[in-house]
């Protein structure tokens, strides 16, 4: 599998035993996080993430976790509409929506459990992964790790659904920013500690403005893929 990147990475900042590696940045203060908001979304920048939920997520925490991955791509001008798929083919009648073609403006997210994970490679310091952008006109796909959300929400920082929401954050945008897009501040840290759980806690963790207008752009370009895919099918119906 062609991996976009190595995922975030869990440290042991007083989080409990067995998190992983220690960490290797230091933690951008609450106030110079709070500069990075970008404003409330463009209603024309919308991407549709199609969520595939193998763990065992209440259906609270997944909700909850929407909810903050929307107001962090808001801030960067970015609307999401979440799409809950089947995990299983018993269930795909009652998902049609989910079967039907989007083309460049998906995500196929996943949320697995450590089996899953396991399979994907993972080496056990990652709380998720992702495919880098591709240009062909299909859905891109990222995956979460669910295992390393329940690990972090044991510091009781922050809850399982925000650490959730900022995971899903995170790998949808190494999605739309590519491959080696991790940076020192905001939600696209590469590691994870008390500090950025704290900050996740109020709200505090975005995209940088940069990220936010280099999401913008990768959004407007699939936009403009999508419509140009249309046009021929428009013309041969007429």
């Not at 049609?96 to 996943?110: H, N, T, Y």
């Not at 044991?154 to 991790?182: C, D, K, R, T, Y």
């Not at 696209?188 to 500690?193: A, I, L, Q, V």
């Not at 913008?216 to 041969?236: D, F, G, K, N, Y």
Request: proline share 3%; hydrophobic share 40%; with cysteine.
């Amino acid at each position: 599998m062609n991996r976009g990147h190595s995922g975030v990475r869990i440290g042991s900042s007083g989080l409990g035993a067995g998190l992983g590696l220690g960490f290797l940045l230091v933690v951008a203060s609450v106030g110079s996080a709070r500069t990075q908001a970008t404003g409330s979304a463009d209603p024309s920048l919308k991407i549709t993430a199609r969520v595939y939920s193998y763990a065992a997520v209440s259906r609270g925490t997944l909700l909850g976790a929407e909810r903050e991955s929307s107001r962090i791509f808001r801030e960067a001008g970015v609307e999401v509409a979440w799409l809950d798929c089947p995990t299983s083919h018993a269930e795909e009648e009652k998902y049609s929506a989910c079967a039907a073609p989007m083309g460049a403006m998906a995500v196929d997210l996943r949320v697995v459990p450590t089996s899953m994970a396991e399979r994907l490679r993972s080496n056990g310091e990652e709380a998720g992964m992702a495919l880098a952008s591709a240009r062909a006109g299909g859905a891109s796909a990222a995956w979460v790790f669910y295992q390393r959300v329940e690990e972090l929400a044991e510091s009781e920082v922050a809850s399982p659904s925000q650490i959730l929401g900022h995971a899903i954050a995170h790998e949808i945008g190494h999605v739309l920013l590519g491959p080696n897009s991790h940076s020192r501040t905001g939600i696209m840290r590469g590691n994870w500690d008390r500090g950025y759980l704290q900050e996740a806690s109020q709200g505090q963790l975005l995209f940088t403005r940069d990220q936010a207008e280099r999401i913008r752009a990768e959004v407007s370009t699939r936009i403009r893929m999508q419509q140009a895919e249309a046009l021929p099918e428009t013309a041969a119906r007429k």
